[in-house]
C-alpha cells in the first residue's frame, strides 16, 4: 500500500506540473476513482482529487461521493495502471517517473473501455486495456524474410510491416485450403493436412481489411465450382418437371437426385445443419472466410447454430456425421479438411470464444495488428487495383494446381532428423515459458501452434518446389495448357510432360515405394517433399510471434469458467521474460514489477531447480527446451 501511495505521489505531481486534464469525461472518472481506490484505499482520496482539480468540470461534492462509491465497490479490476494510461495518453511524459505499474496479463479492466452505443443508447463495453496504446507491450512482427516468390508477390502489396504479416498467414492459409488433401505430414502418429484456422485481430481502421485481398486467390476455383452447381441444378430442374408430369408413369422411373452443393466457400453465416450439409456434400472440405468474425459468432449463438464443436473437430479432422430422425437419414464423412480464415475487433472475439478454456482459442492462430497512428493518404495510389490483381494470381494459381492434381495424388512433407531436433527444441522452450507464465491453457495453445507451424511448413515448402512452374510476375507456365504441348503429348493427357516438370522441381522425390520402371515411365502418383533449411528456419521464427500474439488476445478474454483474479506481480514478470536472458536483464523486468533483489534470487533457484529454466553460462539463462521421448517416462 505505501509503495502505491508513493507512486501515485510521483504520478499526480507530474499531471500537475503538466497541467493535464487526464479525466475529462465519466468515462475516465470512473476508472479513475476505481483504480486508486482498490490500490491506495482512503489514503488515495486527497490524490484523487488533486487529479480531478485540473478539469474545469471539478466538482468536490461529486468527486468525493464518486471516491466514496468506489471505496464500497472496490472490485480488483482496475490498478494504478489505469491512472498511468490516462496520463499517458494526456500527454504525459511518465517515463522519467522512477516505476511502471504492471498492466493485466490475463482479465481485462473493463472500466476504462471506451462504450459503443446502439441504437437506443445503451452503452456496450467493447474490451480495451492500457497495453493496448503502449507500443513496448504489443507482440512483435515476424522477421523479415524472402518468402517463395508466389507468396512474397502477394506479401509485398501491404503498406505496414504488420499488414505484410497477415497478407503471409491470409495467403498460406487460403492456399492451404485449395491444396486440401494434396499435402499431408505426419504428426503425433497422425496424417494431418494444411488446414489451419487463422483469426486476425484489430480495432476498427487498423488495416486488416488487406485481409480480404487473399479471398480473390480462390474465387476463381470457387466460381467453377459454383458454375457446375448451377449447371447441374439446372439440369435437375428440367428432369423435375419432367417426373412431375409424369403422372402414374412416374413409378417407372427413380426421382431425379437434387445434386450436391459442392463450393469452395461456406458461408459463415450458417445454421448447424447447413453447415454439416455444405461439408458432406464436399467430402468434407470447405473454407469459410469472413471479414467480420461476428458473422460466424452470431450464426453459432442462433438456436439453429451450435456448430462450434465442427470447428474444433476440424482442426483434428475428426469425423462428421449426423442422423436426421425425420427421414432415417444417416451421413457421415471421415475426415474434415475445414479452414479459416477470420478477421475482426477485440470486441468480436469474446462471442465467438468466451473464455481461454474454451477449445476454439487453442486451436486459432492469432494475429493482433495495432492501431494506425498517423493518416494515411489514400489518393496517392499507384493505379493498382490489388483485388484484381489477387484474381489474376488466382487465376494463375488455379491453372497450376489443376495440372499437378490431374498428374500427382499426394506431396509428404519430410523433415530431416536436424529439423526435427530443431523444431522440438524451439517447441519445448516456448512450452516451458508458457506453463511457468500462463498455465494448462496456454500449454495446450503451444501444443497446437506446434501443428499448425508444420501446416505452414507444407505450403511454403510445397511453393518454394513449384516455384518454377510460378513465375515472379505471377504469370503461370504455359506448358500447362493442354493446346501448348506437341502433338505426341497432347492426344491423351498431362501425365508425362507434367511428371517430368515435378522430378524436376528442387525439394520433390518419388516415394520410396515407387517402382523404379514407373519413374522411367513417367508413372510417379505420390512424392516425399522436403523444405529447404532456410524456409524451415523462417517459418520456425515464426513460432515465438504467433505465440507472443496468442498471449496478448488472452487478455481480452474473460476467465469464466475459473474464479476471475488479477495477475499477481510474479506473474506478470514470468509472462515477460524472454526465451533467452541475462541476470541483469531479467532483474531489470523483475524491478519494475516491484519484486525484490532477494524473491528474484529465490524465484530464479527454484525455476532452475526444477529444471524450468537452464543456466547456458555466467548470469546467462533460457528456459529449458528438454524433450521427452514417447514411451520413455512419464
Not at 185 to 202: E, I, M, R, S, W
Request: proline share 6%; glycine share 6%; hydrophobic share 35%.
Amino acid at each position: 500500500m505505501n509503495d502505491s501511495i508513493k507512486n501515485l505521489e510521483q504520478l499526480v505531481d507530474a499531471i500537475e506540473s503538466a497541467g493535464a486534464n487526464i479525466a475529462p469525461s465519466y468515462l475516465e472518472y470512473m476508472p479513475l476513482a476505481f483504480a486508486i481506490a482498490n490500490d491506495c484505499g482512503e489514503a488515495g482520496r486527497t490524490l484523487f482529487h488533486r487529479i480531478c482539480r485540473q478539469s474545469e468540470k471539478y466538482d468536490h461534492a461529486d468527486a468525493e461521493k464518486m471516491y466514496s462509491n468506489a471505496i464500497q465497490k472496490s472490485n480488483g479490476k482496475n490498478t494504478l495502471g489505469t491512472v498511468w494510461h490516462l496520463a499517458e495518453m494526456a500527454g504525459v511524459n511518465v517515463k522519467k517517473l522512477s516505476f511502471t505499474p504492471s498492466l493485466p496479463s490475463h482479465v481485462h479492466d473493463t472500466y476504462n473501455a471506451p462504450k459503443k452505443s446502439d441504437a437506443t443508447g445503451n452503452g456496450t463495453p467493447e474490451p480495451s486495456s492500457a497495453a493496448e496504446t503502449n507500443e513496448a507491450a504489443l507482440p512483435p512482427t515476424f522477421p523479415e524474410y524472402r518468402w517463395p516468390r508466389f507468396l512474397q508477390q502477394a506479401i509485398d502489396c501491404g503498406e505496414s510491416q504488420a499488414q505484410r504479416d497477415i497478407l503471409l498467414l491470409g495467403t498460406i492459409t487460403i492456399l492451404g485450403a485449395t491444396l486440401n488433401k494434396l499435402v499431408c505430414f505426419n504428426y503425433g502418429h497422425k496424417d494431418h493436412y494444411p488446414c489451419l484456422q487463422t483469426f486476425v485481430l484489430a480495432l476498427p481502421a487498423s488495416g486488416k481489411g488487406a485481409l480480404t485481398w487473399t479471398r480473390q486467390l480462390a474465387e476463381p476455383i470457387h466460381d467453377e465450382m459454383l458454375s457446375a452447381y448451377l449447371q447441374k441444378m439446372k439440369v435437375y430442374r428440367q428432369e423435375k418437371t419432367k417426373w412431375d408430369y409424369m403422372g402414374k408413369e412416374r413409378t417407372k422411373y427413380p426421382e431425379p437426385e437434387l445434386p450436391k452443393m459442392n463450393l469452395f466457400f461456406i458461408a459463415g453465416d450458417n445454421s448447424g445443419t447447413g453447415m454439416q450439409e455444405n461439408l458432406m456434400d464436399n467430402e468434407g472440405a470447405g473454407m469459410i472466410c469472413e471479414s467480420e468474425a461476428d458473422t460466424v459468432s452470431t450464426a453459432i449463438g442462433t438456436d439453429y447454430g451450435h456448430w462450434s464443436h465442427t470447428l474444433r473437430k476440424a482442426f483434428d479432422h475428426d469425423r462428421l456425421s449426423y442422423n436426421r430422425r425425420t427421414n432415417h437419414e444417416y451421413r457421415e464423412c471421415t475426415q474434415l479438411q475445414l479452414s479459416v480464415l477470420l478477421s475482426g475487433t477485440p470486441a468480436q472475439l469474446c462471442p465467438l470464444i468466451p473464455s481461454p478454456e474454451n477449445g476454439l482459442f487453442s486451436r486459432q492462430l492469432f494475429y493482433y495488428m495495432p492501431a494506425i497512428q498517423e493518416w494515411v493518404n489514400q489518393f496517392n495510389l499507384t493505379g493498382e487495383d490489388y483485388s484484381r490483381l489477387f484474381r489474376q494470381w488466382g487465376e494463375q494459381w488455379k491453372t497450376v494446381l489443376n495440372a499437378v492434381k490431374a498428374e500427382a495424388s499426394g506431396f509428404r512433407l519430410q523433415l530431416s532428423t536436424g529439423q526435427q531436433e530443431e523444431f522440438n527444441s524451439r517447441m519445448a522452450q516456448i512450452f516451458s515459458h508458457a506453463g511457468i507464465a500462463h498455465g494448462s491453457h496456454m500449454r495446450s495453445t503451444v501444443a497446437r501452434i506446434a501443428i499448425n507451424v508444420c501446416r505452414i511448413m507444407c505450403v511454403v515448402a510445397l511453393m518454394r518446389s513449384l516455384e518454377d512452374l510460378l513465375p515472379a510476375d505471377g504469370a503461370a507456365d504455359s506448358s500447362m495448357d493442354r493446346t501448348d504441348l506437341p502433338k505426341e503429348e497432347n492426344s491423351g493427357h498431362l501425365q508425362p510432360s507434367m511428371t517430368k516438370k515435378l522430378l524436376a522441381c528442387p525439394g520433390l522425390a518419388p516415394c520410396a515405394d515407387t517402382p523404379r520402371e514407373n519413374i522411367t515411365d513417367g508413372m510417379v502418383p505420390s512424392f516425399n517433399l522436403t523444405i529447404t533449411p532456410e524456409d524451415f528456419e523462417a517459418v520456425l521464427n515464426l513460432v515465438e510471434p504467433l505465440y507472443r500474439h496468442s498471449c496478448y488476445v488472452l487478455m481480452f478474454l474473460p476467465n469464466t469458467e475459473v474464479e476471475k483474479r488479477q495477475p499477481s506481480p510474479r506473474e506478470v514478470f514470468l509472462s515477460s521474460l524472454p526465451m533467452k536472458f541475462t541476470r541483469k536483464e531479467a532483474m531489470e523486468i523483475a524491478h519494475r514489477n516491484e519484486i525484490s533483489e532477494s524473491t528474484f534470487d529465490t524465484l530464479l533457484k527454484r525455476m532452475t531447480d526444477k529444471g524450468v529454466i537452464d543456466c547456458t553460462g555466467r548470469g546467462q539463462y533460457q528456459f529449458s527446451s528438454r524433450i521427452r521421448v514417447k514411451g520413455e517416462g512419464a
